[in-house]
């Protein structure tokens, strides 16, 4: 799966057991040298809502967002800076083909996907328990219609 806002080492990784962010670099960075925005609200969350941990399988560096309610940020767009890389990532719950509406296509996939076990996230598994059922759709009928305006373009290049 791709995502446009895919910076550097960070990855934002929606179908883990929980939302998180990878970082594949040599060496983890300490809680107080990470920042996480919401740049909807541009609030600074505090770095203790957040818990980083090092996966001893593959030595990346997972962040994930503990502090929040079933640890998953609520709606809208993020910049994690983390030691010297930053990732613009957003969430939004409902959306599961990652498009910034929640809408009939998020629909069709979850139904396709209805009494699925072993799903994850883009199979329609928005509440994270392994299977596809009632509890996704009724997260998915109350977040019908939502969706996140396009966020502000960073230039690309710069005219000379
Ligand atoms: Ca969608
Ligand atoms: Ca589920």
Redesign the pocket.
């Known amino acids: 799966m791709a995502f446009a806002n895919e910076g550097g080492d960070l990855r934002f990784e929606v179908d883990a057991a929980k939302p998180q962010v990878r970082r594949h670099a040599e060496r983890p960075v300490a809680a107080e040298n990470a920042m996480l925005k919401n740049t909807t609200t541009d609030e600074i969350i505090k770095t203790n809502r957040l818990e980083l941990s090092v996966e001893e399988k593959t030595g990346d560096q997972i962040i994930r967002f503990t502090g929040f309610p079933n640890d998953i940020p609520p709606d809208g767009d993020y910049q994690l800076q983390i030691g010297d890389d930053r990732l613009q990532f957003f969430v939004l719950a409902g959306d599961i083909n990652r498009d910034r509406k929640v809408d009939t296509m998020d629909f069709n996939i979850l139904s396709g996907n209805f009494g699925v076990v072993a ?1 994850s996230h883009s199979n329609g ?9 009632s ?2 759709l009724n997260i998915f009928q109350s977040q019908n219609g939502k969706s996140l305006p396009t966020p502000a373009t960073q230039p690309s290049s710069q005219p000379s």
């Open positions: 799903a598994d928005l509440n994270y328990d392994g299977t596809v059922d509890k996704d």
